[in-house]
């Protein structure tokens, strides 16, 4: 069964790096997304993605943050200069298409410690 | 602000009960509504999806929805020590952006 998939599994980086986080969608999904999970917290939304451009971004994903999808497969997550705040588990999703079929489903995660 | 609400718990029921998790949400425009179960550690795992009011059965999983009360619950039946874990509420609206709820910890007592 096609999976979503995330490299690194795990990145440190030192606070005002940058850095990429990876992630392979499904082969035939179009849509994209970033989460982000603090340890003991929710879930929550940073940005979607379709058609090459971000469709919907939440107040976290600010200008520190960008995504691009660089060709056919891959779709990444930069954070220009980290903040110890930034620490978290990093969540790529996508799914197939549009009207009802909404669900998304998610890659293992990068668990990014900012020290 | 649109919210999703959950029992955190811990909920505990014996082996071979019925787990019955529930969420509330905020948005009235809410379209779609998703159950997540996440191990520790792990990521979010999609077990089910439901858009219409009503039930929705698939194997040992029952989502409800009432879009009237705002309110979507799972139930588990014959629930397996393997079910320990916390299950997500998610909700999608009128944007392309889905809205968690905090989790609702779930723990079966063999």
């Known amino acids: 069964e096609p999976e979503v998939t995330q490299t690194p599994s795990h990145q440190v980086t030192q606070m005002g790096q940058e850095v990429i986080l990876r992630c392979v969608p499904i082969s035939n999904h179009l849509y994209f997304y970033w989460y982000r999970q603090i340890l003991g917290q929710k879930v929550e939304f940073l940005v979607s993605?379709?058609?090459?451009?971000?469709?919907?971004k939440s107040e976290i994903f600010d200008d520190q943050f960008s995504v691009e999808r660089p060709d056919g497969s891959n779709f990444t997550l930069k954070i220009r200069s980290t903040k110890l705040e930034d620490s978290a588990m990093y969540f790529c999703?996508?799914?197939?298409?549009?009207?009802?079929?909404?669900?998304?489903?998610f890659g293992p995660g990068t668990r990014l410690t900012v020290t | 602000q649109k919210e999703v609400e959950q029992n955190s718990g811990p909920l505990s029921v014996p082996e071979g009960a019925i787990a019955s998790l529930n969420c509330t949400y905020s948005?009235?425009?809410?379209?779609?509504f998703f159950w997540y179960r996440q191990y520790s550690g792990k990521s979010p795992e999609l077990i089910m999806f439901i858009y219409s009011n009503g039930d929705k059965e698939d194997g040992r999983f029952t989502a409800q929805l009432n879009k009237a009360s705002q309110y979507v619950s799972l139930l588990i039946r014959d629930s397996q020590p393997s079910d320990s874990a916390t299950y997500l509420c998610a909700v999608k609206g009128s944007y392309d952006k889905v809205i968690f709820g905090p989790g609702t910890s779930l723990s079966v007592i063999p």
């Open positions: 948005d009235r425009g809410s379209q779609s």
């Open positions: 999703a996508s799914r197939k298409s549009t009207g009802q079929a909404t669900e998304q489903y």
């Open positions: 993605f379709y058609n090459n451009e971000i469709s919907e």
